[in-house]
């Protein structure tokens, strides 16, 4: 449900800018229990400092840092030296049993984690921020989105494009009609970390060594590494080189779903947002083989999805790695659009990436007039976070959207994997023409580990 004007936590400008800024969204933003007023701080905890946490721990240093949680040492000890005061973890579930000294948590773990640091927190009713993909798998995703609709939290993924304006504007586009109801939508993204063939592994060292099967050699754990507490629900394996530190980890199926999840959470966000689209009808990916151990370097996927309200059905195909589309390689879309998307309808075209965007054929658009701003810019994506821990405001990329983007990501994973066209009923969480991809859309877990 929607925040109203009656909310007791907004003001009525308030109010207006959140509801500008939901009001584009695929889905609309669930009600937020504030719990402060906006100036007052925060009581954060950060789980996962090293990487990729680091950065965002960084982002959370002018509220109160009370706790830090990392299974590695080293990145514990150098967090510490910039929040000295706040007590240090290991384990994320010993931290959970001190859940009254905090208000909000940062997670920023391994991806076949995050949906076990941040469960707890919103059943506890504390604000979560989570790294992208919001989970390891589908049935996490909707886990996660639930849990947070019933906690009535401030929520956010980290896929921070979707609080750039350039963003903004294509939705204003693309949501005004500029170039006519769009059928078509292609993204594509150059990365290329995966199993590739050993030629083009050849051309690139460090994924060179990703291109062999699982090792069968046992490196030595390095210094202040809980390795069994790395590896938290996923199956047991010795410890090797090439798993950690990330992003090692994340082409390997085990804890990641490499590119397809990771930068499909920024660059599939952008028709997500603009089309209005949840769950897809039918999904198929085309690539090599798929392989047990280690996600792919290039393959594309192609979603159908049907119509929304006068939306028509599009279709969105994705493309990583070496695979481009067609409208690339015949030099229609420029070569400096190295990672892109691009919007097909009916009047015309919208090319754009995370920093920029043109109508096309520009000839036509010269002298177009824009519609007037309709989505709030963002004052940031942690501090719209941490604004709607403070106010009750919302959020464009929290758990409701977010869940929901996650799903179709893994989507894309789960058809490449059974190596043919899936149905999707998202009502039941299966493919009805694919039994086989029931593991990969949930999993079992190692002893000792459950979701619940």
């Known amino acids: 449900m929607a925040p109203t004007p009656n909310h007791p936590s907004l003001t009525r400008r308030q109010f207006v800018q959140g509801a500008a800024l939901a009001g584009a969204a695929a889905v609309v933003a669930p009600s937020v229990v504030s719990c402060r007023s906006p100036n007052e701080k925060l009581n954060v905890v950060v ?51 001190q859940a009254n000294t905090f208000d909000a948590v940062v997670v920023s773990t391994t991806e ?3 949906a076990f640091a941040t469960l707890p927190a919103l059943q506890l009713g504390k604000h979560v921020y989570c790294e992208k993909p919001l989970t390891y798998n589908i049935w996490e995703a909707r886990v996660i ?3 947070a609709a019933k906690a009535k939290v401030a929520t956010q993924m980290g896929n921070q494009n979707h609080s750039n304006d350039n963003y903004r504007r ?20 150059s990365r290329a970390w995966g199993r590739q063939p050993l030629e083009a592994a050849r051309r690139n060292e460090r994924d060179g060594v990703l291109a062999r099967e699982r090792p069968t050699e046992v490196d030595t754990v390095p210094a202040g590494l809980d390795w069994e507490l790395w590896l938290g629900p996923a199956p047991e394996r010795p410890y ?12 390997w199926w085990d804890f990641g779903n490499g590119t397809m999840s990771d930068l499909g959470s920024h660059m599939n966000d952008l028709p997500i947002w603009a089309l209005k689209l949840r769950a897809p009808r039918t999904v198929e990916a085309f690539g090599p083989p798929p392989h047990p151990e280690i996600a792919p370097a290039s393959m594309h996927v192609t979603y159908e999805y049907g119509p929304r309200g006068e939306m028509p059905p599009v279709k969105l195909t994705w493309y990583q ?8 390689r015949d030099g229609t879309i420029p070569s400096s659009f190295k990672d892109g998307i691009l919007f097909v309808g009916s009047q015309g075209m919208l090319l754009a990436n995370h920093r920029t965007h043109v109508l096309l054929p520009e000839d036509r658009f010269r002298d177009f007039k824009r519609p007037e701003p309709t989505i709030a810019n963002s004052p940031g994506h942690w501090a719209e976070w941490v604004r709607a821990a403070k106010t009750g405001a919302p959020t464009g990329s929290n758990f409701e959207y977010a869940g929901w983007l996650t799903e179709a990501n893994h989507l894309g994973n789960v058809a490449y994997r059974v190596g043919r066209k899936i149905e999707w009923d998202p009502e039941k969480l299966c493919a009805p023409n694919a039994a086989e991809a029931r593991p990969f859309i949930r999993r079992e877990y190692r002893k000792g580990w459950t979701l619940a």
């Open 47 to 97: 789980i996962g400092c090293g990487g990729r946490g680091g950065h965002n721990f960084q982002q959370m240093l002018g509220e109160n840092v009370v706790a830090l949680c990392d299974v590695s040492e080293p990145n514990l000890q150098k967090a510490a030296e910039k929040a000295p005061k706040a007590k240090k973890f290991r384990d994320f579930r010993k931290m959970y049993d």
């Open 240 to 251: 090797n080189d090439v798993y950690w530190p990330g992003p090692k980890w994340y082409r």
């Open 170 to 189: 294509v939705v204003e586009l693309i949501q005004s009609g500029a170039i006519g109801p769009v059928r078509e939508a292609y993204v594509w993204v």
């Open 145 to 147: 989105r639930e849990a």
């Open 321 to 328: 790695g070496e695979d481009k589309p067609e409208l690339y």
């Open 112 to 114: 076949h984690t995050h």
